[in-house]
């Protein structure tokens, strides 16, 4: 310190620092658990808060519906009415045109007459409630109908599978392995006593048939898997290029330009990245069923092992490595390693899918 033209100093020992540093920090850590003590109690508060007010809601909303049914059942009934009427639209739209009358094989009920009878019933005994017994028998109708419907898509599919040589029963196989499943129990329940209509049964196995059956389509080869610009050898007997004798070629060639892409035929894992010998540079797609593509003499890869693929997407570049006279794509079908001819798939399964509502993939074979 400067003071009347002489210098003097004052000297600060190291346990006198420490002891201020230490006051210091101590300050600040009793300011931050104050600060965290009012945020916690302000948290719990709101917490609180609103949950009482979401119960509060849920009563509310449970006694009004309760007087509602209480003072105006007729109110109830329109309610109703008009949430069915939405449904039967939605149902329409996404299946189409139900069905009411079953065909020759199927065991779908038909509950018409019988639910006539209940409704005529209800309103004889229970006039106000008579609304509400013709919009059970609506659902009824309805949930049969869809059942018709699944059961007839099942039945498509079930035939394209066996008509390409594939088990239809390999598909189903998913509907009753258990392994590695769980999650919360939702039950198809239809009454308050817990216990489920045996049509509404009968409707959630359809479904889940239609939906295993589908899939197994849906991974059936149905994309080019390369620019159709030339097949220059079809899938049986021909003379070898190499040889001059008769061979067998277990696949089809398409022939392109070196590094033109080469797609995957259907939606499937990919199970081998490599190289195999006559094939050269070769990917293998698994699309479960016993079925896998081959994707031969590559110049380049585009995709590893156990990638998921869709149909159409780009997976290698067509080459000419291992047994190969020129640049081309050697594609096989493959059922439990046995090589099976290319062309009904490519050429069927786009037009099975348009019948069974779905959409098909770019590049279609015609």
């Known amino acids: 310190m400067r003071s009347g033209g002489q210098v003097r100093f004052i000297k600060v020992s190291s346990r006198t620092q420490v002891f201020a540093a230490g006051g210091v920090a101590a300050l600040l850590l009793v300011w931050a658990l104050t600060m965290a003590a009012m945020a916690l109690s302000s948290y719990v508060s709101n917490r609180d808060r609103t949950s009482l ?3 509060e809601a849920k009563v509310a ?4 519906r ?24 939605t149902s329409q739209a996404v299946f189409g045109d139900l069905p009411k009358d079953a065909k020759a094989g199927e065991t779908v009920s038909n509950s018409s007459s019988e639910a006539a009878q209940t409704v005529k019933k209800v309103s004889m005994a229970i006039p106000q409630a008579a609304e509400l017994a013709e919009i059970e028998a609506r659902q009824l109708a309805l949930i049969e109908g869809m059942t018709r ?7 498509i599919a079930e035939a394209k599978l066996a008509s390409l040589g594939l088990n239809p029963q390999a598909a189903l196989a998913s509907l009753t392995d258990k392994s590695a499943q769980g999650g919360p129990l939702l039950t198809l329940a239809t009454s308050a006593d ?8 009968r409707f959630g196995l359809s479904l889940a048939r239609m939906d295993a059956l589908e899939r197994s ?17 079809g899938f049986g007997f021909r003379i070898d290029p190499f040889t001059g004798a008769g061979a067998f070629h277990p696949g089809l060639d398409f022939r392109g330009p070196i590094g033109a892409p080469i797609f995957a ?78 062309r009904p798939f ?13 959409s098909t993939a770019p590049q279609p074979a015609r």
């Open 53 to 55: 007010l979401e119960r």
């Open 61 to 64: 909303t449970s006694e009004s």
């Open 66 to 89: 309760l007087n509602a049914y209480g003072n105006d059942i007729g109110k109830v009934a329109d309610d109703l009415k008009r949430r069915q009427d939405f449904i039967e639209k």
């Open 149 to 155: 419907i699944a059961d007839r898509r099942s039945a």
């Open 194 to 201: 817990g216990s489920i209509d045996p049509r509404f049964q």
């Open 217 to 233: 389509v849906a991974r059936l080869p149905q994309v080019l898997p390369a620019s159709l610009e030339y097949i220059s050898s």
């Open 265 to 342: 035929a259907a939606r499937g894992t990919v199970s081998f990245v490599g190289q195999r010998s006559g094939y050269g540079n070769c990917v293998e797609i698994d699309h479960g069923n016993g079925l896998i593509t081959r994707y031969a003499h590559m110049s380049g890869f585009r995709t590893v092992i156990g990638k998921a693929v869709m149909p159409g997407e780009v997976i290698g570049l067509i080459g000419s490595t291992g047994r190969s006279t020129g640049p081309h794509l050697h594609f096989e079908v493959r059922i439990n390693d046995r090589p099976v001819n290319p």
């Open 346 to 358: 490519l050429e069927a399964v786009p037009h099975v899918l348009e019948k069974t509502g779905q």
